[in-house]
């Protein structure tokens, strides 16, 4: 028996002298009793194996809590799932070949399947250590009734055992996992499309409560929709958006633009004041009610975004109410400015720049002729003047409340849609 070891613990580089012809005969006929024995009593469980599944499942019953819920809820699932696991297993051992697959399947289904369930994967590992731990004590029982003096040729075969043990292990694991991975994307996927739908006005109204489950919102509530573009915020808008205490908010990635789906109380500004990055455009729409109007809230919210400056900053639509009714009709805007300015258009550019910058730093001024002189360094009769001027050509009277408000929205309409 030395000669029959002795060549493994020879250096490789080294010449290895051949071994004596009967070590060899000596090695295959210990393993050929390890096997007979082996089989003998993988034989007997397999005839056994309800009995050994009932060991198994009352076992796991005892020292996984896991697995106790479930034979609650299962116990005829449980126990097949059990008996089978056992018999690929024990006929793994029989003909390790022609089982391989289909062992190796049911341990990938059973990983899957639990993953789903959401069972937890250390009581998955325990229960197929447990089982790998009963088989092994039936083949040494088994042994020991029938042959006892064969009971120490299973020392040969106990590492091929456990390596089965180890390996359905990590396969198990490798199940779970994909699983959990997969489960995880469905999840994300579905609440992605969930909230899209809201945003883009498209919901079902029985899709409501999975929408709100799935972005932790109640379906009833008083929400603002918050747009953010441009910038390295694209992406990432809790970067710099955030959320006043208290406030829930669920961001979902756009194409052009990011938007948040804020729930907010009440006389309550939902977004904290941030230190704005160069770039970063942020559009924040007026209120609305319940889930069911966020797509109303969502055009809103790009409404406000397109009066943002390239230059960057948060625009709150309630604040801007004029100006969003100017770039919601961009065609009317346009007919507006037309109307009440293009009559300017005949004098030198210079000259018509100088009188509306007047009419809009006097309008910015509250109609104020002497705070609108010291901005624009002139006296108070040169204002004045100018704007009598403006009059003239247009034929419109800055004292008359209605032309005052087309005058306002006109300029509006100019410094947003000039091309």
């Known amino acids: 028996m030395q000669h029959a070891v002795r060549p493994r613990t020879l250096l490789r580089s080294g010449p290895v002298p051949a071994p004596p012809r009967r070590a060899p005969r000596v090695r295959s006929l210990i393993d050929a009793d390890a096997l007979r024995v082996l089989h003998s009593a993988a034989r007997a469980l397999l005839d056994d194996l309800p009995q050994l599944s009932d060991r198994l499942v009352a076992a796991l019953q005892e020292q996984e809590p896991a697995y ?235 409404t406000a975004l397109t009066l943002c400056p390239e230059a960057g900053g948060v625009i709150h639509l309630t604040d801007h109410l004029p100006a969003a009714l100017v770039v919601s009709a961009p065609d009317l805007g346009t007919a507006l400015a037309d109307r009440l300015l293009g009559p300017l258009a005949h004098l030198e550019p210079a000259d018509a720049e100088v009188l509306l910058d007047t009419l809009a730093t006097w309008l910015a001024c509250d109609g104020s002729a002497q705070r609108a002189s010291r901005r624009l360094y002139c006296h108070r009769n040169t204002v004045l003047n100018r704007l009598r001027r403006y009059e003239q050509l247009t034929g419109r009277s800055l004292s008359r409340p209605s032309d005052l408000v087309e005058v306002s929205l006109a300029l509006t309409a100019r410094g947003l849609l000039r091309p």
């Not at 229960?127 to 040969?156: C, Y």
């Open 68 to 302: 106790r819920a479930a034979v609650e809820n299962d116990a005829t699932g449980i126990w097949q799932e059990v008996h089978r696991s056992l018999r690929h297993s024990i006929s793994s051992l029989l003909d390790p070949r022609g089982a391989r697959d289909a062992a190796r399947r049911c341990t990938w289904k059973i990983g899957a399947t639990r993953a789903e369930q959401g069972m937890p994967l250390d009581a998955l590992l325990h229960a197929f250590r447990l089982g790998g731990s009963l088989v092994w004590q039936g083949l040494v029982e088994e042994t020991s009734r029938t042959a006892p003096e064969d009971v120490r040729l299973l020392v040969h075969v106990a590492s091929d055992v456990w390596d089965f043990v180890d390996d359905h292990c990590t396969l198990l694991a490798d199940a779970y996992r994909q699983t959990e991975r997969q489960l995880a994307w469905r999840r994300e996927n579905r609440v992605r499309l969930l909230a899209g739908a809201l945003l883009d006005g498209t919901s079902r109204i029985a899709d409501l409560p999975e929408a709100a489950q799935a972005l932790g919102l109640p379906e009833q509530g008083r929400y603002v929709v918050v747009a953010v573009a441009g910038g390295r915020l694209a992406g990432c808008p809790g970067a710099q958006v955030v959320p006043a205490p208290g406030v829930r908010v669920h961001w979902h990635a756009g194409v052009d633009a990011d938007y948040g789906i804020v729930l907010a109380e009440d006389g309550v500004d939902p977004l904290l004041p941030q230190e704005q990055t160069a770039g970063v455009r942020v559009g924040v729409s007026s209120a609305v009610e319940g889930l069911a109007a966020v797509g109303e809230a969502r055009r809103l919210a790009d």
